[in-house]
């Protein structure tokens, strides 16, 4: 109910799961998402002045399977199991105490203080709340949700034994969590069968689309069995859209950098796990590339593929703003690229060999969106 209320943006004009559709494969299909402020669901929402968030949408899918989350990875479980995010101190011991399901359960925390995702400039009083004011922002939600009996009898029936008024936003956070981590986690795909014994689960295409993701140093960071390394490498995509304050502008995003302030660590971004890839178009961190096929010849020859890469696969009002800095993105392009070159025939295997990395299962995710949700705001469906 949380994940799809409204209630939850300052104001009460967006969700979370409007960028994440259930309908759309838990994504926007959007270059980049479009925050408050707007209207329609997926590909036909639209913002009256035509905004958009630095960054893409990335898909619910399997996330039990990452300790780090947003494509810097700036909420993230460290290795001695202790939790690191943006807010620092404000995410309290008691708050970390309520977590369930690590460094996810705090995930629910952050594009609500974000001002262009759902908080707002004005209107309301979350937006009245200074940037650093994390606790505010969080204390000024449970008395929304405090104010709805029908929230209070649900928190409660969740958390047994904690009245709502010793609740914190922690709770609705770490609930946000469980329902991804019940409803998204897709892992009985072709490939998994198939690593289970059963040959009849890959055509002959797929199988030499797989030997080539293997020999091509695909799996060196979309490792074996989850698909990804909890790490973070420059792939040389290019950047577009408003950016994240990084560059001259402002209009560049420097990736995990911006986490961690070290410079080698510049332009680079999260490894996505592949599972259910073909159902989250468009792919890369700014929704750079339009199609699986795509993303995937530009592997082939990588630092030429950026040189040409062509503009008009993306939303056409974002066309004009990829960035002209494709020297400074190789500058730091991960070294183990470098030598990839495919056969003829290649690009096209691999593609197939990633549709075998679908869960059936996944492909309609609409039993999951609520009929109504206790504070009686609309629905996005
Ligand atoms: C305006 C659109 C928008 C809204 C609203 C939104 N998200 Fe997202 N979500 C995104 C984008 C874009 C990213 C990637 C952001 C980044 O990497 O900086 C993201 C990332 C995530 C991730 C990380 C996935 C991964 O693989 O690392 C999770 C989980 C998530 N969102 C859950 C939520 C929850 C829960 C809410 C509501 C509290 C929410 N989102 C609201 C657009 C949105
Ligand atoms: C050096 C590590 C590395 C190697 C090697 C690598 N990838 Fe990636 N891959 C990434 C990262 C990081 C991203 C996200 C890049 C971005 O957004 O800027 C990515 C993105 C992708 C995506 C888009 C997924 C999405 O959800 O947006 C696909 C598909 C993909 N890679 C396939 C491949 C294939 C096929 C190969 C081998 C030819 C390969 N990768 C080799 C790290 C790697």
């Not at 609740?167 to 409803?183: D, V, Y």
Request: aromatic share 8%.
């Amino acid at each position: 109910m949380l994940a799809f209320d409204k209630i939850l943006s300052g104001n009460q004009d967006i969700s979370c799961m409007t960028c994440h559709p259930p309908s759309f494969g838990s994504t926007d299909r959007r270059t980049l998402s479009i925050g408050q402020g707007a209207t329609g669901v997926g590909p036909s929402r639209v913002h009256p002045s035509g905004t958009f968030i630095p960054r893409n949408s990335p898909p619910l899918f399997n996330l039990h399977l990452q300790r780090s989350f947003f494509w810097d990875g700036r909420v993230e479980e460290l290795e001695n199991g202790s939790l690191s995010t943006p807010a620092g101190a404000q995410v309290t011991a008691g708050m970390e105490a309520t977590f369930e399901f690590g460094a996810l359960s705090a995930v629910g925390l952050f594009p609500v203080m974000s001002r262009a995702e759902m908080r707002a400039e004005t209107g309301n009083e979350l937006a009245a709340r200074a940037d650093g004011d994390f606790t505010g922002v969080w204390a000024d939600l449970m008395t929304r949700l405090g104010a709805i009996a029908e929230y209070r009898t649900m928190f409660e029936a969740a958390y047994p034994g904690t009245t709502f008024d010793n609740m914190t936003f922690a709770h609705a956070s770490n609930a946000i969590g469980g329902f991804i981590l019940s409803e998204f986690a897709f892992v009985d795909t072709g490939w998994d069968l198939f690593l289970l014994g059963d040959d009849s689960q890959l055509s002959n295409t797929q199988l030499e689309g797989a030997l080539s993701f293997m020999n091509q140093r695909c799996l060196r960071c979309h490792e074996a069995d989850n698909l990804i390394d909890d790490g973070f490498h420059n792939v040389a995509t290019p950047q577009l859209g408003p950016g994240r304050g990084n560059g001259p502008g402002g209009l560049d995003d420097f990736g995990r950098e911006g986490v961690t302030g070290d410079p080698d660590d510049r332009r680079r971004f999260k490894t996505p796990q592949l599972r259910n890839v073909e159902l989250s178009a468009p792919y890369g961190h700014a929704g750079q590339f339009a199609d699986l096929f795509t993303i995937v010849e530009h592997y082939d020859d990588i630092d030429a593929r950026l040189l040409e890469y062509d503009a008009t696969q993306v939303e056409t009002a974002l066309q004009s703003t990829v960035l002209d800095n494709f020297a400074d993105i190789l500058l730091n392009r991960d070294t183990i690229l470098a030598p990839i070159e495919f056969d003829e025939g290649e690009a096209e295997n691999i593609t197939a060999f990633l549709l075998s990395m679908t869960d059936a299962a996944a492909r309609d995710l609409t039993a999951v969106i609520p009929a109504t949700v206790p504070s009686g705001l609309e629905v996005d469906r």
